[in-house]
């Protein structure tokens, strides 16, 4: 069984990787040192659950265990992280089924992925590296999933100390069968898994690339979710081309902002609660533009968090009146990948004649999320 390189806490990334190391974006991952956490900072999974806490990674708990999961400021001594993504079981799953797994995951764009050649004679190798701390020790699963070809290849990495951040590097070789998409969707997407039932667990470790059989994803992977006791943490995120794990590529907030905001960004009565100004369209509906920090991957999807009285926005015209909750839908302007939206509000509240102007704010406690994620 290939295993990945395991070295302890108090040891730095390979030091001949010195050079690579100063070549800029050579990570393939967004927000790899948890920075940024738009949604909030800490979100509780029920049983069979999906959530999202820091942006851009996935938080599975598909079986009768939950957990809370959050950024943190736990980190590695010494290696310039500020954060981290915690996992903290709250409901034990002491006896899982067979189809029940556990798992952060990450998922990345095909367009971004080209650089490896996966398909043809000259793929190229991909390194992994992070920094991972539990109170269960043992073996745990690092699975890299082909979304476009459904393939996959996985490789075991150990948490020997509790309690002790460990340095982790995994390489996955090129992968000659089976090209990726040029495109915005998934490609692929890489899988830490925290718990899996015998469907994941009953074969043997693909340690190298395969068609995909589930039976082959997990083999060997402690369960994480055995007590309530049980915390995990990770930090320092690094997908590269090669087979070197080289120093982790820091970035701004700014820069891990923007790139984060691609896939998800919201306006809140927190922090922007001025949303635009509108327009009085066919008497009853007011049409607002709003424009998003970024190009956005894809049309997103927009839903509303109203506030304690059920409402989540007021309307301004010749200064009267706050509006009811309103019915809210988005428009593209025409293209895939968007860089503005119209919202379109109909209700109580809004009527006059066309063309006449209101001021649009977001309630404090309310907000409007943009998603776009893969």
């Known amino acids: 069984m290939t295993k990945a390189r395991d070295i302890a806490s108090a040891t730095t990334p390979n030091a001949n990787a010195a050079l690579l190391a100063t070549f800029p ?66 409901t034990v799953d002491s006896s899982l089924d067979s189809n029940d ?83 915005n969707n998934v490609s692929f997407t890489l899988r830490w898994f925290l718990g899996a039932g015998t469907s994941y667990t009953s074969g043997t470790l693909a340690t190298s690339w395969e068609a995909s059989v589930t039976a082959n994803q997990a ?46 960004y919201e306006h809140s009565g927190a922090n922007s609660n001025w949303l635009g100004l509108g327009n009085v369209y066919q008497t009853d509906q007011v049409i607002c533009p709003v424009y998003s920090p970024t190009v956005m991957r894809a049309l997103p999807t927009l839903t509303k968090t109203l506030d304690g009285s059920s409402q989540w926005l007021t309307t301004y015209d010749g200064f009267t009146g706050t509006s009811s909750d309103a019915s809210v839908s988005l428009s593209s302007t025409g ?26 704010v977001i309630k404090a406690g309310a907000a409007l999320h943009f998603d776009a994620e893969l």
């Open 335 to 360: 293209t895939s990948t968007i860089a503005s939206s119209y919202i379109y509000i109909t209700g109580t509240g809004r009527s006059g004649s066309d063309g006449q102007c209101h001021w649009l």
């Open 101 to 183: 797994y556990y798992m952060i995951d990450h998922k990345i764009e095909g367009q971004d992925l080209q650089q490896l050649a996966k398909g043809t004679s000259d793929a190229k190798s991909i390194t992994a590296s992070f920094w991972v701390r539990s109170t269960k020790t043992g073996t745990y699963i690092l699975g890299l999933f082909d979304d476009d070809n459904s393939r996959n290849i996985s490789k075991s990495y150990s948490i020997y100390s509790a309690d002790t951040w460990e340095y982790k590097t995994i390489t996955f070789e090129g992968d000659t069968t089976g090209a990726l998409d040029n495109d």
């Open 219 to 264: 083999v060997g992977q402690a369960n994480f979710f055995d007590s309530t006791s049980n915390d995990f943490y990770i930090t320092g995120i690094q997908l590269e081309v090669g087979d070197t794990a080289t120093q982790f590529e820091h970035r701004s907030y700014g820069d891990e902002l923007a790139r984060c905001q691609r896939y998800y």
């Open 25 to 90: 974006h050579r990570n393939l991952i967004i927000n790899g040192a948890m920075q940024v956490a738009q949604r909030g900072t800490s979100v509780a999974s029920s049983s069979g659950s999906v959530v999202r806490c820091v942006d851009r990674h996935r938080c599975f708990a598909r079986g009768a265990g939950a957990a809370t999961f959050s950024q943190t400021s736990t980190a590695p001594t010494g290696q310039g992280f500020a954060n981290s993504l915690r996992v903290d079981v709250t």
